[in-house]
């Protein structure tokens, strides 16, 4: 008896379990309740009652050498079928698509990047304003009627009504009730009118306001800020004029062409053939405005400028539909490529 359940042991020693159906056919063989060890178990009542207490011992080392080399090899085979093993370490990487920055950003950047070069900060107000930054303080009669329903929305919000700024003049009013002058500064931001939406108009859009303001600052500073601008966003040879405009914050008011940068001023349909493109708003600021704003009109003048960014994303990237930049198609956002 002793000589079979260690010739067993060395069959049992010398058996390969390389895969899945080795090791189960292992364990039927062996281990199995028709197995060669049970089998051994019952051949144990035909053993002397002397010799019963070892020979059981052998049997068990039997069936436990039997069980660990089954159970390891079943650990291995399940490690090895683990998902890391199975990947192809040498394959090439499935490309991921970059994305790109959005038109208005891009432009914004470069704005933002031209006027910080002479010195101009960055300064944010609130989207959801009064009627005091929006309108009053900007030196607007009560009857103006940019105050009309259709263009501004309101907002009821408790006792007082506010709205969603029209402009982003209203941040020029905060700058100058938080700061002192020399003031420099650009103030980008979205603004919202009530207006249908259509290729031309949207409901909401963005601009850059600028506005500075110290000793002896003239129309003529204005005007050399301005000529930098447009060459440094549309090219050394660029050309601007200034036609006399109304606004109720500055006095006097110009409105800004820059020389058409499609035609190079030959004529076409986006200059509707003047040769000329309107970019910007600016003036003198209207000493009401400083007044109101606790900064004194005798010591000190400025300047102000605004300007619509989809206007100018339009001139640069030839896109004249206005509802394309919120539309999120990806395939008219990838085309976009800026520096910044
Ligand atoms: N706020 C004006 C608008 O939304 C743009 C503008 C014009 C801003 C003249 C100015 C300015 O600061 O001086 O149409």
Redesign the pocket.
Known sequence: MKDKIETLKNEINQVNLTDALSVESFRIKYLGSKGLIKSLFSELKNIPNEEKREVGKFINDLRDFAQNKWKEAKEKLEENSGSHHNIDLSRPEDAIEIGARHPLSIVRSEIIDIFSRIGFTVSEGPEIEDDWHNFSA?NFPPEHPARDMQDTFFIEKGEKEMALR????SV?VRVMEHSKPPIRTISPGR?YRNEAISARAHCFFH?V???YIDKDVSFADLKQTLLYFAKELFGEKTKIRLRP?Y?P??EP???VDVSCTICNSKGCNVCKYTGWLEI????M?DPNVLESSGIDSKTYSG??????IERIAQLKYKVNDLRLYSENDVRFLKQFTGGF
């Open positions: 900007l029209t402009h982003t003049s020029q603004v601009q306001e600028g506005l405009s606004f914050f500055t008011s110009a409105e910007l708003g600016c003036g600021v300047f102000a400028f605004g300007m619509g």
